[in-house]
């Protein structure tokens, strides 16, 4: 289960405050070491950690008391206050172009979910904005991709473009926005190649089919599974094409909570949904409190 071992830890550290009297600095500083071992022990970004512990800290020792919560209750509420701001707060939606077609391009390390969260995204899109997709095939690497990514809107009932695997993927973008356009399609997904790490063709030809598209949202696709390694590669991503949000898979899996929490911080951007199964449906849109919550147990 997600977060499992992060939330067992924290609960663990706050029930020994469980029953006190006011909080000394000491009891303070002890329990803020705990969380700052649970947060490291989950693969937070170790300069995330410095700084939420530093406020946390500050905070519980402040003058800031609640009546109406025992000492050990509002250092959790504390903790969930900053455990929220660190993943944004509120909930962000999507860009939405003034005009159609609002263009969203996936970008993201090969296997991190991009094909399927663009099928969950046109899917999202029809149920909630009665919308009517079409996805550009942009990834020419892998024939297996295009594959891939028609079996997903075949499932999903919205149109490939697609010219193979033989062209200049900016090309296909240009020809594929030309059909939309024709086919007055309200959104399109740009599906792109990925690979197993960041490197300057890639981003090259990303940054190409940025100033081709103009797309309302670059959504990074982070697998929660690579802990704070998500981070800097979404860091990575963001500085050559400046993401406009993030998407967060595999919430499914074990995932300790280091994408979840550094990600944020790390880039500055926000993360606007989560995957949280191989199916579809199995996207949800990104609530900080709510993942807060989940985080606390
Ligand atoms: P891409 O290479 O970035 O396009 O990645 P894919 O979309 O092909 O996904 C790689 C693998 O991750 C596939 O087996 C997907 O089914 C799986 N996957 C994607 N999103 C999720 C998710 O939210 N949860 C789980 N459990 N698997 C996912």
Not at 88 to 97: C, F, I, R, T, Y
Not at 185 to 213: F, H, P, Q, S
Request: hydrophobic share 40%; net charge negative.
């Amino acid at each position: 289960m997600a977060f499992e071992g992060l939330s067992e830890r924290l609960q663990k550290v706050f029930s020994t405050l469980r029953g006190k009297g006011k909080l000394s600095e000491d009891d303070v500083r002890k329990v803020m070491r705990e969380v700052r071992m649970a947060l490291l022990e989950a693969d937070v970004n170790f300069d995330v950690v410095k700084g939420f512990v530093k406020q946390v800290r500050e905070r519980a020792l402040g003058a800031e008391v609640m009546d109406s919560l025992s000492p050990s209750q509002q250092v959790i509420k504390i903790v969930d206050d900053e455990l929220t701001k660190l993943m944004g707060e509120e909930a962000v939606p999507l860009n939405k172009a003034p005009h159609i077609p609002t263009i969203i391009m996936m970008v993201g390390l090969q296997g991190a979910g991009k094909t399927t969260t663009a099928g969950k995204l046109a899917k999202y899109l029809i149920n909630n904005d009665k919308a009517r997709p079409m996805f550009i095939a942009g990834d020419v690497y892998r024939p297996a991709a295009i594959e891939q990514l028609k079996t997903v809107a075949q499932q999903v009932g919205a149109p490939v473009y697609e010219e193979g695997t033989d062209k200049d993927p900016v090309e296909i973008v240009k020809n594929g926005l030309a059909q939309a356009a024709e086919n007055k399609n309200d959104y399109v997904i740009i599906d792109t190649a990925g690979r197993l790490e960041i490197d300057d063709k890639l981003m090259d030809e990303l940054a190409r089919i940025k100033e081709l598209a103009h797309p309302n949202e670059i959504l990074f696709v982070a697998d929660s599974m690579t802990g704070q390694v998500a981070a800097k590669v979404a860091h990575g991503f963001d500085e050559q094409l400046d993401i406009t949000g993030v998407v967060l898979t595999k919430l499914d899996g074990d995932t300790r909570g280091g994408a979840a929490l550094s990600i944020r911080s790390v880039t500055g951007k926000p993360i606007k949904f989560i995957g949280q199964g191989e199916k579809l449906d199995q996207l949800d849109v990104f609530h900080p409190d709510r993942m807060a919550n989940r985080i606390l147990g």
